[in-house]
């Protein structure tokens, strides 16, 4: 695989984080999505969450029809979205967990416990047409259980990585993880917490198609703008797969 078949998905949440602040219009998470397109994004991520405190129903509707390259919607495993996503057909859902009280997500989904329920999303999300992707920790169990409820493609959560970077075990795991996944045959992606400063080991390793990066492009884009932030993480990403 070469560096160019590693896609970057940006997700705009924090834009809408933003708007709600004030419970405006602006900044427009749709927007900002033509514009990460314009700054060369592969697709666009967007998570509806059940308390609606970023992204509103109305910016899935309004993504689905503005986003040109491949809209990923991030939503739990309960039949609210379920239904929601049937209706507006994003190319792609990754399901994942969801607590009220967590700040952002925490931990990939569990899987084994209730495997029946996302069993009937997969069927459902399926049957619509939609390719669905599971969020999962980055462990053999997980990838190997994925790989039973039948899905194309995980979601490695990337999450104690980044805040453990220096350490060989966190790697570890998502190399480990990444291969597993890919001799199952699973299209393997991977997310949450990734910066410009940590994103090159993820980047280099070989089995990994996607990355769903937002809340450090958005943060940067305050200071540097989204098209220099999103070339700024698109070089860092080419330049860790070349090296
Ligand atoms: N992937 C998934 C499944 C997520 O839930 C999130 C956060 O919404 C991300 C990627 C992006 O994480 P971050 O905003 O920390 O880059």
């Given at each position: ?68 390259t ?25 399901l994942?967990?969801?607590?009220r009280?967590?700040?952002t997500?925490?931990?990939?989904l ?48 990337t ?10 075990k ?9 291969r ?16 410009v400063?940590?994103?090159g ?40 797969r070349?090296?």
């Amino acid at each position: 695989m070469n560096a160019k078949q590693q896609r970057l998905y940006i997700n705009i949440d924090h834009v809408a984080t933003l708007r709600q602040a004030r419970r405006g219009a602006e900044p427009d998470p749709v927007d900002a999505a033509i514009a990460c397109e314009a700054a060369g994004a592969d697709g666009i991520t967007a998570h509806l969450r059940e308390d609606r405190r970023h992204i509103q129903d109305a910016d899935i509707l309004g993504l689905k029809k503005s986003v040109r390259t491949y809209f990923n919607l991030e939503m739990a495993c309960v039949p609210e979205m379920i239904e929601l996503a049937r209706r507006i057909k994003p190319e792609q859902v990754t399901l994942v967990p969801e607590r009220r009280e967590e700040i952002t997500t925490e931990g990939g989904l569990d899987i084994a416990s209730q495997p029946a329920r996302i069993t009937s999303a997969i069927d459902a999300l399926t049957d619509a047409g939609i390719r669905v992707s599971l969020f999962i920790d980055p462990t053999r169990a997980a990838v190997e259980q994925s790989k039973k409820l039948g899905v194309p493609a995980i979601e490695l959560h990337t999450g104690t990585y980044s805040h453990h970077p220096e350490s060989k075990k966190t790697i570890g795991a998502l190399r480990d993880s990444s291969r597993r996944g890919a001799d199952l045959g699973l299209a393997v992606h991977a997310g949450h917490g990734l910066t410009v400063k940590n994103v090159g080991p993820v980047a280099a390793i070989p089995e990994i198609e996607e990355l769903n990066i937002g809340h450090s492009i958005i943060s940067r884009a305050v200071f540097i703008g989204l098209d220099r932030a999103v070339k700024e993480m698109r070089e860092a990403i080419l330049a860790a797969r070349s090296s």
